[in-house]
């Protein structure tokens, strides 16, 4: 069973910068893939960002050039830097992680608004 404390999220002005972090409990997190995904009201939930255990990206063609993934395995935690923030990128932003199982956070709320 995999857990996770997400963190970071708020409200920030177009142009804006947010650093999310979901730290990830399970003795295993370094053989997981983990990914950020958004839900805005109303749409389903995309893909943002994704990284390997073995630290490849991939990233939603929206964000490329303005989003960072990147992965700590000493301290099990996963970060979004997210830059050049745009109202559409306004959403629950979510930590999921894909090994044994797959695994969700509860979500965290980002709004781009001025």
């Known amino acids: 069973q995999v857990q996770f404390v997400e963190s970071g999220g708020g409200l920030v002005q177009p142009g804006g910068s947010l650093r999310l972090s979901c730290a990830a409990s399970?003795?295993?997190?370094?053989?997981?893939?983990m990914g950020w995904f958004r839900q805005a009201p109303g749409k389903q939930r995309d893909m943002v960002a994704t990284i390997t255990s073995g630290g490849s990206t991939n990233y939603a063609d929206s964000v490329k050039g303005r989003f960072t993934i990147s992965r700590d395995n000493a301290k099990k935690t996963v970060y979004l830097e997210m830059n050049s923030l745009k109202p559409e990128d306004t959403a629950v932003y979510y930590c999921h992680a894909l090994g044994s199982g797959v695994y969700w956070g509860q979500g965290t709320q980002v709004t781009v608004s001025s």
């Open positions: 399970g003795s295993i997190f370094s053989r997981y893939a």
